[in-house]
C-alpha cells in the first residue's frame, strides 16, 4: 500500500512539474518587428538604443530593411502582419506611398508605431491608425537650416546649394519645405543648385558638389539635411580651391568625421540630438502598448544646433 501511495504523489508531482513547464511554454516573448526604409549609419547607431531597451522590456525585435524600396517595405508590413506579429515598428521609406500599411494593420489587428520617419503629411507625424510616433518634427528640421543660415550669412545676398536626402522620404520633403519657409524672408537669397541623393551616400553627395562647382557659379552656402553632405561639399571645395572659411557650410546631424571640421571652421553648424536614445524611446513605447498601457501620440526628440562654441561638449554617435 505504501509503494501505492509513493507511486502515486510521485505521478502527481510530475503532473505539477508537467503543468508549470506547459505553462512556461505558453509565456512567450512578444514580436516586435522594426521596418527601416534602408542602411544607414543613422539606423545602426539607434539600433543600439531599440536592443538596449528590448532587452529591458523582454522584447523579441525583427528587423527588415526595405533597401529604399517603398513597395518593398510596404510588402514587409504585409507579411508581419501574415505573420501576427504582436506590434509593428514603421520608419517609412515614403511616408506616402506607405500610408496603406496603416490600414494592413488595422485589419491584422496589430497596433502601430512609427518612428524617426513620420507616415502621412503630417511633420509632427500624427495620423489615424498610428498609435505614437517618436521622431522630430523634419519641417522644425528645415526651419534649423534656415536658421542656420540666418547666423551666417545676415541678410546678405547669397547663393545657395542645397544637398537633400534620399528623394521621397519625409526627412527630405519636410526638411526642404522647412527650409524654404525661412528662404521667402530673404528675397536675396537664391537656391541656385539642389540635389537630391539616393541612399543618403557621402559619395552621391560629393558627385553632386563636384558637379556643381564645375559650372563655375558663385556659392555662399552649402546648406545639407545630413551629416555627410556637409563633409562631403567641404571635401569638393577644398579639392576645388576653395577658401573653405568664405562658403558657409551647415548640416543636420553630428558624427565623430564632422567635429574637426566644426572645430576648425571648414563646417560652421550642423545639429544634434539622440540618436540611441530616440531608439531606446520607440522601443520603450512599444512595450507600454503591449502591456495596455497609453502612450503620446507625439514623442518628440529636440535637436540643438552645434558649433564651435559648444562642439567639445558633445559626443558623436555616428
Known sequence: MKRVCLVLA?????GIASGFCAGAKEAKTPEVAVLLPGTV??????????????????????YADA????????????????????????CARDNTALLPAVKVCQDAKIP???????????????????????????????HLMGQMAE????????????????????????????????????????????????????????????????????????????YQGATAAAQALKEKGYNANKVVITGLEFSKELAPLIKDGTVDMTTNYGVADTGYKAVE????VLKGQKIPTV????????????????????
Open 41 to 62: 549609419e543613422f539606423f545602426n547607431a539607434e539600433r543600439k538604443g531599440m536592443d538596449k531597451a528590448a532587452a529591458e522590456f523582454g522584447l523579441k525585435l525583427t
Open 67 to 90: 533597401e529604399w524600396d517603398a513597395g518593398k517595405q510596404l510588402s514587409q508590413v504585409e507579411n508581419f502582419a501574415a505573420k501576427k506579429v504582436d506590434l509593428i515598428m514603421l
Open 151 to 226: 547666423k551666417a550669412l545676415g541678410n546678405n545676398d547669397a547663393n545657395i546649394v542645397l544637398l537633400e536626402g534620399e528623394s521621397g522620404t519625409a526627412p527630405q520633403r519636410m526638411r526642404t519645405q522647412g527650409f524654404k519657409d525661412v528662404l521667402a524672408k530673404h528675397p536675396n537669397w537664391k537656391i541656385v543648385y539642389s540635389q537630391a541623393i539616393s541612399g543618403w551616400t557621402k559619395e552621391g553627395a560629393l558627385a553632386a558638389m563636384e558637379g556643381f562647382l564645375q559650372s563655375g557659379q558663385r556659392v555662399d552656402l552649402v546648406t545639407c539635411q545630413w
Open 285 to 288: 513605447a512599444a512595450a507600454k
Open 112 to 142: 502601430l508605431v512609427t518612428f524617426t520617419n513620420v507616415l502621412g503629411p503630417n511633420p509632427d507625424g500624427t495620423v489615424d491608425g498610428v498609435l505614437s510616433y517618436i521622431g522630430t518634427n523634419e519641417v522644425t528640421m528645415g
Open 299 to 318: 514623442i518628440e526628440v529636440t535637436p540643438i544646433i552645434v558649433t564651435k562654441d559648444n562642439v567639445d561638449s558633445i559626443v558623436p554617435e555616428l
Open 10 to 14: 510521485v505521478m502527481l508531482l510530475f
